[in-house]
């Protein structure tokens, strides 16, 4: 399969606890999407990579989450001190960016995060 | 704030029937678009994207654009219980890399 993958699937952790999420996008995409969503909404964009730089954090992202793509293949989203507001989807997207032609973005299985 | 807006159904169609899926956006100076297929407990898969005014196919999927009157649709022809969904409609922010989406169309196609 050489499509986005997402590691792990669902996480279930307890208020206060810190989690890691890993993304690996499609082979040769230089470009690296986190969003997350909500029941009954649609994406919401958290932050985005080019090769290793972070080019853009949303506004709404509080200080506890943190995103890395150290060697600009894959990419790990910590979040600290998870609140119970947290639980979501956490999707993963690549893009070809600058080498590819098109701006299409595409996803990866995701990650369910519940936090009780 | 931009925005994309999306009436979010549901939206009931026959097996074979045409499904037609609107969805505005408030950014005039975005170029692209996409729409979204997503399955409950899914992530997006995405259909189609479209960059200039008009039609545009691929199988059974037509996207519309409509820049002047910051518009786009998305045409299923013979509808099938498969298509049974939630589309996303999502534009691309000019000047940006992030997509914004709208909260989705549910669509259900009954036999």
């Known amino acids: 399969d050489t499509g986005v993958s997402q590691d792990p699937r669902h996480k279930i952790t307890k208020r206060g606890q810190n989690v890691t999420f890993r993304c690996d996008p499609i082979?040769?995409?230089?470009?690296l999407y986190w969003y997350r969503q909500t029941l009954g909404q649609g994406p919401e964009f958290l932050t985005y990579?080019?090769?290793?730089?972070?080019?853009?954090k949303s506004r709404l992202l509080s200080d506890r989450f943190s995103a890395e793509r150290p060697k600009g293949s894959f990419s790990t989203l910590e979040i600290q001190r998870t609140e119970q507001g947290d639980s979501a989807m956490y999707l993963c997207?690549?893009?070809?960016?600058?080498?590819?032609?098109?701006?299409?973005?595409?996803f990866g299985p995701g990650t369910r995060l519940t936090v009780t | 704030q931009k925005e994309v807006e999306q009436n979010s159904g549901p939206l009931s169609v026959p097996e074979g029937a045409i499904a037609s899926l609107n969805c505005t956006y408030s950014?005039?100076?975005?170029?692209?678009f996409f729409w979204y297929r997503q399955y409950s407990g899914k992530s997006p898969e995405l259909i189609m994207s479209?960059?200039?005014?008009g039609d545009k196919e691929d199988g059974r999927f037509t996207a519309q654009l409509n820049k002047a009157s910051q518009y786009v649709s998305l045409l299923i022809r013979d509808s099938q219980p498969s298509d049974s969904a939630t589309y996303l409609c999502?534009?691309?922010?000019?000047?940006?890399?992030?997509?914004?989406f709208g909260t989705g169309t549910r669509l259900q196609v009954f036999p």
């Open positions: 082979s040769e995409h230089n470009r």
């Open positions: 997207a690549s893009n070809a960016g600058l080498a590819g032609s098109s701006y299409e973005q595409y």
């Open positions: 479209i960059y200039s005014n």
């Open positions: 999502a534009e691309l922010i000019y000047n940006t890399d992030k997509l914004i």
């Open positions: 950014d005039r100076g975005s170029q692209s």
């Open positions: 990579f080019q090769n290793e730089a972070q080019l853009e």
